[in-house]
């Protein structure tokens, strides 16, 4: 996906504030929110973790559990749960989705082996998942928001932060997944005021 065409049909960023809506929404047991503990999981997996819907489907307590079962500050991404490029990947949990994470997990006896589960106990098919995602949005009058959102609020996070952090574009590309730098710089979305204070500070 290239050119100003293409830029423009990409999902939508999501601002902090959206996703609190997003979050008070799904987890509401008198609203959206079925099983509120795995919602708050799927959408912070989503915007912080950076994952894809298959991605998120495919999430085992294998890749966020040690060999004592208990929960890591990790997860680790094999290829084969995601597109397969590359060799898989290692996303460090923000604070909040490994709460969010070990609400889940409980007391270390999860119904199953898959984080996310559909209503039967089953693992959630990616296309169930992006369709859930794009009914919340829409739900709350996010134009323009689908599953993809997440991951591109995450990616355009961490290039916005990786200079403050010590790391460089390539340490986001790397958390991303990507084979190729140009494809996690199109996931970067603009930023319009800091183009202006760089210009004013040059």
């Not at 089953?122 to 829409?138: D, E, G, H, K, S």
Request: aromatic share 4%; hydrophobic share 40%.
């Amino acid at each position: 996906m290239t050119g100003s065409k293409g830029l423009a049909h990409q999902a939508k960023v999501l601002s902090e504030g959206q996703i609190k809506a997003a979050l008070a929404a799904a987890t509401s047991r008198d609203g959206y929110g079925a099983r509120p503990e795995r919602d708050a999981a799927m959408i912070l997996l989503s915007v912080r973790g950076g994952l894809r819907a298959k991605e998120i489907a495919s999430a085992t307590w294998s890749m966020v559990t040690g060999s004592d079962g208990e929960l890591t500050d990790t997860l680790a991404l094999p290829n084969v749960a995601s597109k397969g490029r590359r060799g898989g990947r290692m996303v460090p949990l923000a604070q909040d989705l490994r709460r969010a994470l070990a609400a889940l997990y409980g007391d270390g006896k999860p119904a199953g082996e898959h984080v996310v589960l559909d209503l039967r106990g089953q693992p959630m098919r990616p296309n169930t998942l992006a369709v859930w995602f794009r009914r919340l949005y829409a739900g709350l009058g996010f134009e323009g928001c689908s599953s993809h959102s997440g991951r591109r609020t995450a990616i355009t996070r961490w290039a916005r932060g990786i200079t403050t952090a010590g790391g460089s574009l390539r340490d986001v590309q790397d958390l991303a997944g990507h084979a190729d730098l140009s494809t996690t710089s199109r996931y970067i979305d603009q930023n319009p005021d800091a183009q202006r204070r760089v210009v004013m500070l040059s």
